[in-house]
T-cell receptor, first 112, second 113 residues
Framework: GENVEQHPSTLSVQEGDSAVIKCTYS??????FPWYKQELGKGPQLIID?????GEKKDQRIAVTLNKTAKHFSLHITETQPEDSAVYFC???????????FGAGTRLTVKP | DVKVTQSSRYLVKRTGEKVFLECVQD?????MFWYRQDPGLGLRLIYF???????EKGDIPEGYSVSREKKERFSLILESASTNQTSMYLC????????????FGQGTRLTVV
């Protein structure tokens, strides 16, 4: 089955700096790669996703890149703000089934 | 506004008890999932369901079972709770088709003593 690895496990940045979180996956059939943000006391919420037919997607300060050859994808947050502090999860799934596998999570802290 | 509701935020149960975790979604989603969240391990899939009365094992089904008698409700059952099942449990649902967003409940923090 699919195995997703995520790094780093914790990340601390100064407000205004950029943050990058990286994930690798094992199943070459995976073609959907969402990123979820989990704030304290809440369930994860989708913030951005990318499908295998594109290499990059951007939504305001958030961008995701995908390298299918190397089987890795990354989340980039620019101009970080304290409200970006949360746990971020990457995930991967195939089109044959809808069960999603998640990475271990990254705790991002943005210092004012 | 889409909603996935888990019946309890916090539960404390004794070892050996039978435990039911309930999840209800109001989005008419076909797919429902149970995950377990532990520090450093992320979200691990326990069971999922694509339709009423249908269930599939995830990566860590041992010690758990599920029930889906109605489309909107997906229950996770711990037949005989053990201390190593102390964890945060998250329910999610998604719409029919492939590669679609999963909506999560707020989670149930279960402590087995």
């Amino acid at each position: 089955g699919e195995n997703v690895e995520q790094h780093p496990s914790t990340l601390s940045v100064q407000e205004g700096d950029s943050a990058v979180i990286k994930c690798t996956y094992s199943d070459s059939a995976s073609n959907y790669f969402p990123w979820y943000k989990q704030e304290l006391g809440k369930g994860p919420q989708l913030i951005i996703d990318i499908r295998s037919n594109v290499g990059e997607k951007k939504d305001q300060r958030i961008a995701v890149t995908l390298n299918k050859t190397a089987k890795h994808f990354s989340l980039h947050i620019t101009e970080t703000q304290p409200e970006d502090s949360a746990v971020y999860f990457c995930a991967a799934s195939t089109s044959d089934n809808n069960d999603m596998r998640f990475g271990a999570g990254t705790r991002l802290t943005v210092k004012p | 506004d889409v909603k996935v509701t888990q019946s309890s935020r916090y539960l404390v149960k004794r070892t050996g008890e039978k435990v039911f975790l309930e999840c209800v979604q109001d989005m008419d989603h076909e797919n429902m999932f149970w995950y377990r969240q532990d520090p450093g391990l992320g979200l691990r899939l326990i069971y999922f369901s694509y339709d009423v009365k249908m269930k599939e094992k995830g990566d860590i089904p041992e010690g758990y079972s599920v029930s889906r008698e109605k489309k909107e409700r997906f229950s996770l059952i711990l037949e005989s709770a053990s201390t190593n099942q102390t964890s945060m449990y998250l329910c999610a649902s998604s719409s029919p088709g492939r590669n679609t967003e999963a909506f999560f409940g707020q989670g149930t923090r279960l402590t087995v003593v």
